[in-house]
């Protein structure tokens, strides 16, 4: 064995014998000299080391320069003591080489662990350190349905703004609300929402980018806006609508429903006639069993293990899902959901009617016939293909975006419309039912339809129904989890500095707990939005988002919501079915289900309910 060269010399006096496979030092103690043992077979090399011949390091100690590369632990001498660590391994080594094992570690290390926790601008940002050292953190309160929750415990425990990956943060103010979602904001739809792009197109959902979402959103806004609603075509479909579901529970056995189901087949109807007109309106309502069977798509529960796969695993999931022949037989058993996946009934339904609407048109110059409900979303969006030719919408993307409002406009409405229902119905609740039942009852005779209910118009103006409404999306908004979104520059948001790309975002589900703003926030109570407290209570109501990107089913929706539940309620009394006297209704929102979590019970995708006419009679 030889000493390395320069920068390190061996110190004078110190000689080693080549024939030795490793060496064995021991700890001794000299005032000026020490011996050195060394050999398996107990040989030794002694000579003279005294301290100033060793290289300096920090205060009196000095620091052995020996070039070994497996050492445990360096050498380290001072004055009185040589301190020697016991190695099983030795090997010379060239300083190039160890420097370069040095860096790579401490690049490493840095890395993993300084550079998320210490040097990262979003150190700053409270939080626990495991969900700021890795995503997989998160990634498990996901994979266990648990990260809506997990991320309004740690609120609670850190404060309004808290860390909940390396380059995640969640915010719970409204100065944050204005920031990242309001009017004007930069900051874009992360990828996360292209796992809802429909047939390989981009659509009002899954857009990056505020002004490719403001070109789209222009087409269609005007159909969806509440002037429209409140009128005719738009009212008389919903009416339409709104009767046949009365049919519905009147056909019931003993009234006795499941509103899960039924109120699916409600929303379902709705959407397809405002969408499609008479090319795609369903009748599920009127028990057709193949278009009941469309919200099957949505029953699975493995949908959610599907969208984790999608999220975090995207390059494993899409290889899985493209797999041929023998080798799709053989990954079959490792998929996370079985083909066909999600949502493929829904999406074959709604280009099958896009398909046969083109074919219509293309064979007929005077256009579809009018079905008596005006023109639809989706020839609308076929206008402007027809005059915008080279800039316009090609086939697939005006599927995709029909298909996407399609899918967002059953369980959406059809999931609130269930627990304001299933809310009404509680023991403890009834007053509130009561005084909703007063209100509908005095709406004048003028304000009723050719059927005996009230009109659209009528009921959007019912306060106390609006209030309860409100108050079932505070509680149980249908989407009521993180809303991610990014820029690509640096910003601030609450005085936090933001590196670009940064992922951040606010969820409707802990703004709606918020302890200072909604006193006893689980439990149920209308009349908070009616009192003074109101005002303070509608700033933090974000159950539709806000800005540019608040949902623009908004007011078919509450059209939807308003005048079900007027005709309901001016109808029967609800009451809950024995097996929901403890139980909680649940529904599936992207990885997670979400119910009322008072309740020891839960009863996913069901909820049974009595409605009893006010005479006794059912």
Known sequence: MTWNSAPFAPPPGLSYLPSLPRLRFRRLESSTSDAIDAGDDGSSVSGLVTSDEFYPSCGRGYLFRCGLVEAKT?????????????????????????????????ALATYLILEPLFLNPLSRIPGPKLFALTKWRLALEDWKGTRTQAIDRLHRQYGPAVRIGPSEVSFNSLSALRTIYGPGS??????????????????????????????????VSHAYSKTTMLKPPAASMVEDKVHKYMKLIESEPDHVSDVFNTLHYYSLDNITAFLYGKYGSTSAMDGSEAHRALIGDILDPARRRLSWFTVHLPSLTRWLYTRTDLMESLVAPFLPMQKPATYTGI??????????????????????????????IMERLWQHHNTQRENGMDDLEIASECADHFLAGIDTTSDTLMFLVWSLSQPRNKVFQEKLRQEVLGIPAESLNERGYPTVEASDKCAYLQAIIKETLRLYAPLPSYEPRSVQVDSEVDGYAIPADTVVGIQPYTLHRNPEVFEDPLTFNPERWLGPQAAEANRWFWAFSSGGRMCIGLHLAMAEMTTLTAAIYRTYQTNLAPAFKQASPGITARFEMFYDERFPTIKEHSCIIKFQSFDGSV
Not at 194 to 215: A, C, I
Request: charged share 25%.
């Open 347 to 376: 999406r074959k339904f709604a280009l099958d009617v896009y398909t046969s609407f083109k074919n219509h048109k293309q064979g007929k110059e005077t256009g579809i016939e009018d079905d008596g409900h005006g023109s639809s």
């Open 186 to 219: 930069r900051y874009g739809r992360t990828y996360f929402y292209r796992m809802f792009d429909v047939y390989g197109k981009q659509n009002l959902f899954t857009f990056h980018s505020p002004v490719e979402h403001g070109q789209r959103k222009k087409l």
């Open 74 to 106: 360096l050498a380290w001498v001072s004055s009185s003591t040589v301190m020697i660590a016991i190695l099983d391994k030795v090997k010379m080594a060239s300083w190039p080489a160890i420097i370069v094992y040095s860096a790579s570690s401490l």
